[in-house]
Antibody, heavy 119, light 107 residues
Framework: EVQLVESGGGLVQPGGSLRLSCAASGFTFSSYAMSWVRQAPGKGLEWVSGFSASVGGTYYADSVKGRFTISRDNSKNTLYLQMNSLRAEDTAVYYC????????????WGQGTLVTVSS | DIQMTQSPSSVSASVGDRVTITCRASQGVSSWLAWYQQKPGKAPKLLIYVASSLQSGVPSRFSGSGSGTDFTLTISSLQPEDFATYYCQQANSFPLTFGGGTKVESK
């Protein structure tokens, strides 16, 4: 059974940093592209960052480029999101998501972790 | 960036109704499109991938169609558990983008 378990969320002051983790199990983690998607309170889904399913490499939404860094440790089956220079508008539930084999369409999602940026 | 526009933003319907949601891309995305269902407090659930393929375990009353820029999600006979918000998402190019969502509410 595929499981994705996020952790690391919490309350942080504007300008602060946080690192999110997503522990994966039930599939060959190294073989799949992964992404982070967030949802601000009462708002829609926003893709944040991810690894490409086809050509490799990492990608970011303009709203987080230069502040967030995605990484993965295939030996630990874990995806990370390092978030620096956090702003109030980064407040959201952050989901990690597993892509399908052929494209970054997301067949499995974690339960999400809440990040609140506030003084 | 590719913009995804969903319509309507909300729809009121009754159990047994046929519900159709549309998603339009600002440029062609081939068939690299998915539909998700999200209920309050829960993670999204994949319903349809590559525009028209039904995800395993998803009831056959859900169907998707389209390619290029215009896509449709259809619920053939709305069930009580289908009241939720639905999102489209393109995976043709980065940055990946979602539609704004369509909330299906009880009439």
């Amino acid at each position: 059974e595929v499981q994705l378990v996020e952790s690391g969320g919490g309350l942080v002051q504007p300008g602060g940093s946080l690192r999110l983790s997503c522990a994966a199990s039930g599939f060959t983690f190294s073989s799949y592209a992964m992404s982070w998607v967030r949802q601000a309170p009462g708002k829609g889904l926003e893709w944040v960052s991810g690894f490409s399913a086809s050509v490799g490499g990492t990608y970011y939404a303009d709203s987080v480029k230069g502040r967030f860094t995605i990484s993965r440790d295939n030996s630990k089956n874990t995806l990370y999101l390092q978030m620096n220079s956090l702003r109030a508008e980064d407040t959201a539930v952050y989901y990690c998501a597993k892509a399908t084999q052929v494209a970054s369409l997301f067949e499995y999602w974690g339960q999400g972790t809440l990040v609140t940026v506030s003084s | 960036d590719i913009q995804m526009t969903q319509s309507p933003s909300s729809v009121s319907a009754s159990v047994g109704d046929r519900v159709t949601i549309t998603c339009r891309a600002s440029q062609g995305v081939s068939s690299w499109l998915a539909w998700y269902q999200q209920k309050p407090g829960k993670a999204p659930k994949l319903l349809i991938y590559v525009a028209s393929s039904l995800q395993s375990g998803v009831p056959s009353r859900f169907s998707g169609s389209g390619s290029g820029t215009d896509f449709t999600l259809t619920i053939s006979s709305l069930q009580p558990e289908d009241f939720a918000t639905y999102y489209c998402q393109q995976a043709n190019s980065f940055p990946l983008t979602f539609g704004g969502g369509t909330k299906v509410e009880s009439k």
